[in-house]
């Protein structure tokens, strides 16, 4: 299994701009997350999704848009890019069946390290 | 709301030193704790969990955690660290049986001295 993967790794966007970080998981998981990590703040939760067709906001959402349409991927659209979106944004899966011990146990991908100039 | 305090921000160590790491937490109810590690470079990674049972939680590497319910604590322990220990460590928590949100605390980072 590849786990969680995502692309770009690094990506340098002008203000304004807009663009699509994707999210892609083979583990069948339900559980789908996205966070930004600032330095020194730790990780904030921006959206997340409980199945496809299914996403609700975290701590952070303003600025951002996501989509599940399917189990495997959930993309993270940034809309007219701002220098406070500046971050590396991780997604992560859980697979969320109720009463598992390790349903609650996030998996996280790799990272995509975003600037905005 | 549900909150998570790490008050160490930064943590230097020489090697074989005794590590203990805070992590508080602001929930009433029955809650899940978890530490997570992100190496230099690496993504994060699931250290160890707690759900119910014995408070005294073991992990990989040689760390354990003590879930103090009174205290609302979930501190990180580890006898003799090691340089390749070097890396920030985050505490998080949620609400039990929600998988939906995970609150994580803003992270210690651990430099370790050869």
């Not at chain 1, 701590?59 to 500046?86: H, I, K, M, W």
């Not at chain 2, 805070?22 to 699931?46: A, I």
Request: glycine letters at 10%; charged letters at 15%.
């Amino acid at each position: 299994n590849a786990g969680v993967t995502q692309t770009p790794k690094f990506r340098i966007l002008k203000i304004g701009q807009s663009m699509t970080l994707q999210c892609a998981q083979d583990m069948n998981h339900n559980y789908m997350y996205w966070y930004r990590q600032d330095p020194g703040m730790g990780l904030k939760l921006i959206y997340y999704s409980v199945g496809a067709g299914i996403t609700d906001k975290g701590e952070v959402p303003n600025g951002y848009n996501v989509s599940r349409s399917t189990t495997e991927d959930f993309p993270l659209r940034l809309e007219l890019a701002a220098p406070s979106q500046t971050s590396v944004y991780f997604c992560a899966s859980s697979s969320g069946l109720a009463g598992g011990l390790s349903s609650y146990e996030q998996y996280f991908g790799p990272g995509t390290r975003l600037t905005v100039t | 709301a549900q909150s998570v305090s790490q008050h160490n921000h930064h943590v230097i160590l020489s090697e074989a030193a005794s590590l203990e790491l805070g992590c508080n937490y602001s929930y009433g109810g029955t809650v899940n704790l978890f530490w997570y590690v992100q190496y230099p470079g690496q993504h994060l990674q699931l250290l160890l969990k707690y759900f119910s049972g014995d408070p005294l939680v073991k992990g990989i590497k040689g760390f354990e955690a003590e879930f103090i319910k009174s205290k609302f604590s979930f501190n990180l322990r580890k006898p003799s660290v090691q340089w390749s220990d070097t890396a920030e460590y985050f505490c998080a928590v949620t609400k039990y049986s929600s998988a939906s949100k995970i609150i994580f605390g803003s992270g210690t980072r651990l430099s370790i001295r050869p």
